[in-house]
């Protein structure tokens, strides 16, 4: 056990192992583990920040949605309104046209009875004509005694 | 065989403790060198290297396997180490807290090695090399060779010296005033800083040499202690084995028996203490120099 020149060897071994392990073990070994951190945390910063762009991205749909679905229901609004006012109006036309189907039927009606009434008249004039014809015993001439009859028609018609 | 049990008393042990020298200047005791020392040194050192550059072309960038991965597993291990115990970045230190643990655990780990296994066989490689005739169990050739380098107190102490004055480089670099301060005023600073009295203050200037001298000790420790813990450890666990191997050779069936067993729980235990004290030496030496790398408390 004793100090000799061993140690001056040792010194240079060591020091020298030293230098030679750091570039051709440690420093390779440090470097790859350095660079495989770096691309870790790369790796991990890039996953937050599609993290982060998926909530964003999530929170803009959100929006969008409730967008959309104001924006639906505008115009579901706008087409119920619409809808009810074109009712509204087919409804009124509708009235106005059976009002005006239900005048004119009136009119035709109307027309009918007097065309009725005219026929009437003029058949209850010849057969009065007729009547009195019998009874007096004379022909009588329709242009002639024509006021007579219409007033005697008119009168019964005016009774009837 | 019997040549082997024949030195398995303690002439045996004695014999097996000694190294291969080869002796420059005989009136010096200094000039002398620790053959067997510097070749498995070298050996371990060569085979290191050559080890880190067969790696080097292979290491991947991507998920290591294999030796990589275990590689990767000590060098994160060092760095943590170092990081936890460092208040500021030196790209040196891990590198060199890395070689202290692997280079201590190779060569204490030789230890493990069958007691006579590398001074017998070197002693045939030298009787065949020298042109003697080898006959198996006849005398072996004087020749020694020591098995494990840290048991050689050369190369703690080669280890400690270097990590001390690295420790002094760095606190001569980072603080030269707070340092020679210490060196001169620490443990008795308030005689001569704190004190009104001038007789109390000429006092704190007389003990400036104790001073000097309390604080070169406490320096000098630390390099004595890193050195002499791996080396009696180590020492003695060499001891040990060759005390197993004496009980294993020399004795009955019933020795012989004890004697494996013993040697297996102790190689086991031995190993252990070989990682531990590799483990001690780095971890002191990054405390040390994270030491030297303190600001200065103002």
């Given at each position: 056990m004793s100090?000799d020149l061993t140690?001056?060897?040792?010194?240079?071994?060591?020091?020298?192992?030293?230098?030679?392990?750091?570039?051709?073990?440690?420093?390779?070994?440090?470097?790859?583990?350095?660079?495989?951190?770096?691309?870790?945390?790369?790796?991990?910063?890039?996953?937050?920040?599609?993290?982060?762009?998926?909530?964003?991205?999530?929170?803009?749909?959100?929006?969008?949605?409730?967008?959309?679905?104001?924006?639906?229901?505008?115009?579901?609004?706008?087409?119920?309104?619409?809808?009810?006012?074109?009712?509204?109006?087919?409804?009124?036309?509708?009235?106005?046209?059976?009002?005006?189907?239900?005048?004119?039927?009136?009119?035709?009606?109307?027309?009918?009875?007097?065309?009725?009434?005219?026929?009437?008249?003029?058949?209850?004039?010849?057969?009065?004509?007729?009547?009195?014809?019998?009874?007096?015993?004379?022909?009588?001439?329709?242009?002639?005694?024509?006021?007579?009859?219409?007033?005697?028609?008119?009168?019964?018609?005016?009774?009837? | 065989m019997f040549e082997l049990a024949d030195q398995s008393g303690s002439d045996g042990i004695a014999s097996h403790l000694q190294y291969w020298t080869y002796v420059v200047d005989e009136s010096n005791p200094f000039m002398q060198i620790h053959v067997d020392t510097m070749i498995l040194?070298?050996t371990?050192?060569?085979?290191?290297?050559?080890?880190?550059?067969?790696?080097?072309?292979?290491?991947?960038?991507?998920?290591?396997?294999?030796?990589?991965?275990?590689?990767?597993?000590?060098?994160?291990?060092?760095?943590?180490?170092?990081?936890?115990?460092?208040?500021?970045?030196?790209?040196?230190?891990?590198?060199?807290?890395?070689?202290?643990?692997?280079?201590?655990?190779?060569?204490?780990?030789l230890?493990?090695l069958p007691a006579y296994l590398i001074g017998y066989t070197a002693s045939l490689i030298s009787a065949i090399g020298s042109g003697h005739e080898f006959v198996w169990g006849g005398h072996m050739p004087s020749f020694h060779m020591r098995p494990v380098p840290?048991n050689d107190l050369n190369?703690?102490?080669?280890?400690?010296?270097?990590?001390?004055?690295?420790?002094?480089?760095?606190?001569?670099?980072?603080?030269?005033?707070?340092?020679?301060?210490?060196?001169?005023?620490?443990?008795?600073?308030?005689?001569?800083?704190?004190?009104?009295?001038?007789?109390?203050?000429?006092?704190?200037?007389?003990?400036?040499?104790?001073?000097?001298?309390?604080?070169?000790?406490?320096?000098?420790?630390?390099?004595?202690?890193?050195?002499?813990?791996?080396?009696?450890?180590?020492f003695?666990?060499e001891v040990?084995f060759l005390l197993?191997a004496s009980?294993?050779l020399g004795?009955?069936?019933?020795?012989?028996?004890?004697?494996?067993?013993?040697?297996?729980?102790?190689?086991?235990?031995?190993?252990?203490?070989?990682?531990?004290?590799?483990?001690?030496?780095?971890?002191?030496?990054?405390?040390?120099?994270?030491?030297?790398?303190?600001?200065?408390?103002?």
């Amino acid at each position: 056990m004793s100090i000799d020149l061993t140690f001056i060897g040792q010194i240079l071994v060591f020091l020298t192992m030293v230098v030679l392990l750091w570039k051709n073990l440690y420093g390779p070994l440090n470097d790859a583990m350095e660079a495989r951190t770096k691309k870790i945390a790369e790796g991990l910063a890039a996953a937050d920040a599609g993290k982060e762009a998926k909530s964003r991205a999530e929170a803009e749909i959100d929006v969008q949605l409730k967008e959309a679905r104001a924006k639906a229901q505008e115009i579901v609004a706008a087409a119920e309104k619409r809808a009810a006012e074109l009712s509204e109006e087919a409804v009124t036309k509708a009235r106005v046209s059976a009002q005006q189907i239900a005048e004119s039927a009136r009119g035709e009606v109307e027309a009918e009875v007097n065309r009725a009434r005219q026929s009437l008249r003029q058949e209850v004039a010849a057969i009065a004509m007729l009547a009195a014809e019998n009874v007096i015993g004379e022909e009588l001439d329709a242009k002639r005694h024509a006021k007579l009859i219409d007033g005697v028609v008119s009168e019964g018609f005016g009774r009837a | 065989m019997f040549e082997l049990a024949d030195q398995s008393g303690s002439d045996g042990i004695a014999s097996h403790l000694q190294y291969w020298t080869y002796v420059v200047d005989e009136s010096n005791p200094f000039m002398q060198i620790h053959v067997d020392t510097m070749i498995l040194t070298v050996t371990i050192a060569t085979l290191m290297v050559g080890f880190g550059v067969w790696l080097k072309g292979k290491i991947v960038e991507g998920a290591p396997e294999g030796v990589q991965n275990f590689m990767e597993t000590i060098v994160g291990f060092i760095n943590d180490t170092v990081n936890d115990n460092f208040p500021v970045h030196n790209p040196m230190i891990a590198p060199l807290a890395f070689t202290i643990f692997i280079f201590i655990l190779l060569c204490n780990t030789l230890d493990i090695l069958p007691a006579y296994l590398i001074g017998y066989t070197a002693s045939l490689i030298s009787a065949i090399g020298s042109g003697h005739e080898f006959v198996w169990g006849g005398h072996m050739p004087s020749f020694h060779m020591r098995p494990v380098p840290t048991n050689d107190l050369n190369l703690p102490a080669a280890m400690g010296v270097s990590v001390f004055l690295l420790v002094l480089y760095y606190e001569f670099k980072l603080k030269p005033v707070h340092f020679c301060k210490e060196l001169l005023l620490q443990p008795f600073a308030s005689l001569l800083l704190d004190a009104r009295n001038p007789i109390v203050k000429f006092l704190g200037v007389l003990i400036i040499p104790v001073n000097l001298i309390l604080k070169l000790v406490e320096e000098i420790a630390k390099p004595l202690s890193l050195s002499f813990r791996l080396f009696g450890n180590m020492f003695a666990g060499e001891v040990i084995f060759l005390l197993i191997a004496s009980l294993l050779l020399g004795g009955g069936v019933v020795a012989t028996t004890a004697g494996f067993f013993v040697g297996l729980g102790w190689s086991f235990f031995h190993l252990f203490i070989g990682l531990l004290q590799a483990f001690i030496f780095m971890i002191l030496t990054v405390v040390y120099l994270s030491l030297a790398h303190q600001p200065a408390e103002h």
